[in-house]
């Protein structure tokens, strides 16, 4: 039955996504598979389930398919409908099963769910199901020939779907006409009606479910059709009245259960046999009231079709991957597909228990007897073949998925123990000599830092540790792990810490090094270019008047420029110290401090040529603007000439540059005396 529903629903899913584009003057599709993988259609189908506007990619490779996709199940999520094991790799690469999942969901959210709402609200139900069969066993109460007990087999005559429509639209055919059809015509006669009467798309085919075991996916979709537009009132003892059918009858809630999702979880509960699942003493009582050979048979088929499928789902299960991420999403899907057996395996139960029941009330012919015990032998064969392999596959699943964790934590504890030493070693290396050097250390630094940005891929998949805890192990099967895993939490963020903290002091030192190798070197350029100007003032001609006017100027230029390097020169001295103390290195202090010698010795003797220089530019100047007559006597300058004030302006400029150049503070007095004469 598996492949034919999957056909059915196709057909019909596709039917029902092309009625919503009708709405919206979207382009309808023809293969639901192929159109949907490149995801424009599908958020096409959420704008107008969601009415909103979605962005779809341009392109038409299979990334841009891949966002479309991600971006749908995106907008599912926001909008709270369940999805359980898609991923957007399945939509993209046309798996069957998973889209027609994937639209079922979104069928159930906006087509079911969304239309029951109020009145689940009203009645204060949580089971659609429930609600819906309710309402139809109330429609087709009056109608003798009409007994829905499912949504499989109580569809496959037409009767049940004439008896809704003709319950609400008496005038438009005549029942008894409709009786003497056969199932097809009935079905066709219906979706005609609903077509003409309540603008209902036909999105069955007859043939689809005139058959022994119609889908149910399918016919809930097109009843809840039917629901939306017609009254919807639904009494309490419509729905006391589904509550209290035999169990093989009870709509199973629709709710899956708890999803694996802590690191460290209790086993969910396993599929047990047959022989352990039993009823209470009431509940067997109102069974037996309600066992007939039909029911039973219809309810053998549901549970053997459900069970067909759940075969094949484990059949298609993946061989156990070697890598631990894939057996994570492995272990996470299968234990879903558990969590399903756990919750079916009531109904196995009750199929077997009915069929005791018949053969207890002794109503069967010895063929009959022999026949339920031969399908009663074969459920009870194949439900235990499929739980035990499924149990095989969950501990394979976790003994695969602790081993590879289990070398998840050795590959770490040995990478941080060759870390650990690696770092002891950078930490008794000799200090850097030179800046070259230094950054040679840098280099080797950012290499640990790279090491540990790729180590941190793997960290980050330990904190997604599965680890399973049975009944029988307890807590003290995850105190070893727990200890592991803090110790190397500790061992992890302590390297962490260090790489860091040495990356904040290699880029400090760096940078105050670098600023005073090249602070140094502007002051060096500096010197040289004082002292190549001092070089010309004294190779020039001092028998010149206006080329010693110009001497003058360039010395008191220079005077000035000196008075304010003076600072920078000790500030370099100040940043020297800063660094050899940063640096802790005897080799790179001795260099740091031989170089300071130099600016030091460089700008002495700076002073003592700009001193000579000016003495000699004086003597010179005097000789020439006072012919000779100069005496010159411990610091005093006698004049035996009249001078005019032009002179004596030049004069006093000379002498103080000469002066300022020879002391370090300036001079108490320059005492001129004049020739009265």
């Known amino acids: 039955y598996t492949d034919e529903h999957d056909a059915v629903q196709k057909k019909t899913f596709t039917k029902w996504i092309n009625a919503q584009f009708s709405k919206t003057g979207k382009t309808s599709i023809k293969d639901m598979f192929s159109d949907l993988r490149d995801g424009r259609k599908l958020l096409d189908l959420l704008e107008g389930l969601t009415g909103t506007v979605l962005t779809k990619e341009r392109g038409s490779t299979r990334v841009h398919s891949l966002n479309n996709v991600n971006k749908v199940l995106q907008v599912l999520h926001q909008n709270n409908v369940d999805l359980v094991n898609i991923g957007g790799t399945d939509i993209v690469d046309g798996n069957h099963k998973l889209t027609l999942g994937l639209i079922w969901s979104i069928i159930l959210h906006w087509q079911v769910k969304d239309v029951m709402k109020d009145i689940m609200s009203n009645l204060q139900q949580t089971n659609s199901e429930k609600i819906l069969l309710s309402w139809v066993r109330q429609c087709t109460r009056s109608y003798p020939e009409v007994n829905v007990l499912n949504f499989t087999t109580s569809w496959s005559d037409g009767l049940a779907l004439n008896g809704i429509l003709h319950h609400f639209r008496p005038n438009a055919f005549s029942w008894d006409q409709v009786v003497k059809l056969s199932p097809v015509e009935r079905l066709d006669h219906a979706f005609t009606v609903a077509k003409d009467q309540l603008a209902i798309e036909r999105l069955l085919d007859p043939e689809d479910v005139a058959v022994q075991l119609p ?307 502007l002051f060096k350029e500096w010197l040289t270019e004082k002292e190549e100007a001092l070089s010309e003032v004294q190779t020039s001609n001092f028998k010149d008047s206006s080329e010693m006017n110009t001497n003058v100027r360039q010395l008191a230029i220079l005077k000035e420029d000196m008075e304010k390097k003076r600072r920078t020169l000790d500030k370099l001295s100040d940043a020297g110290q800063d660094v050899i103390v940063l640096l802790q290195s005897a080799e790179a202090g001795a260099k740091i401090e031989a170089d300071t010698e130099e600016l030091a010795h460089r700008w002495d003797n700076l002073v003592q040529k700009l001193e000579d220089c000016s003495f000699q530019v004086c003597v010179a100047y005097s000789h020439i603007m006072c012919k000779g007559r100069i005496i010159y006597c411990s610091g005093f300058a006698l004049l035996p000439c009249p001078l005019s004030s032009h002179l004596l302006s030049v004069l006093l400029t000379v002498w103080m540059t000469v002066w300022l150049s020879r002391v370090e503070t300036k001079p108490e007095c320059i005492l001129i005396l004049f020739n009265q004469c």
């Not at 009254?231 to 259960?257: C, F, H, N, Q």
């Open 215 to 521: 889908d149910k996916k399918s016919i809930i979709m097109y009843i809840t059709s039917l629901f939306a537009v017609l009254p919807k009132d639904v009494s309490m003892e419509a729905i006391r009245e589904v509550e209290t059918l035999p169990r093989k009858y009870k709509v199973e809630a629709e709710d899956s259960g708890p999803r694996l999702s802590a690191q460290v979880k209790r086993s969910s509960p396993r599929p047990e046999t047959p022989s352990t699942l039993t009823e209470t003493e009431g509940e067997m009582e109102g069974s037996l009231l309600e066992v007939d050979l039909y029911s039973y048979q219809t309810t053998l088929e549901e549970v053997l079709t459900w069970l067909l499928s759940a075969e094949d789902a484990l059949h298609i299960q993946d061989e156990v991957s070697d890598d631990v991420e894939e057996v994570k999403e492995q272990f996470h899907t299968h234990e879903a597909f558990m969590m399903e057996l756990t919750a079916h395996q009531s109904s196995v139960g009750n199929v077997l228990q009915a069929g005791n029941q018949l053969i207890a009330q002794g109503n069967l012919t010895e063929e009959e007897e022999e026949e339920i015990r031969e399908q009663m032998s074969l459920l009870n064969s194949r439900w235990e073949n499929l739980r035990v392999a499924s149990m095989d596959r969950q501990a394979r699943l976790h003994e695969v998925l602790m081993d590879l964790q289990q070398q998840q934590l050795q590959q770490l504890s040995d990478w941080l123990t060759q870390t650990e030493e690696r770092i002891r070693r950078i930490e008794i290396e000799p200090a850097a000599k030179d800046l070259e050097i230094y950054k040679e250390m840098i280099e080797q630094h950012k290499e640990l830092q790279n090491d540990l940005e790729a180590e941190q891929v793997k960290v980050n998949s330990l904190t997604h540790m599965v680890v399973v805890v049975d009944e029988n192990s307890g807590e003290s099967a995850t105190a070893a792990l727990e200890e592991q895993l803090q110790s190397l939490g500790e061992r992890w963020a302590a390297v962490c810490r260090w790489t860091e903290e040495r990356w904040h002091k290699l880029q400090e030192v760096f940078m105050v090094w670098q600023q005073l190798i090249s602070d140094q070197g």
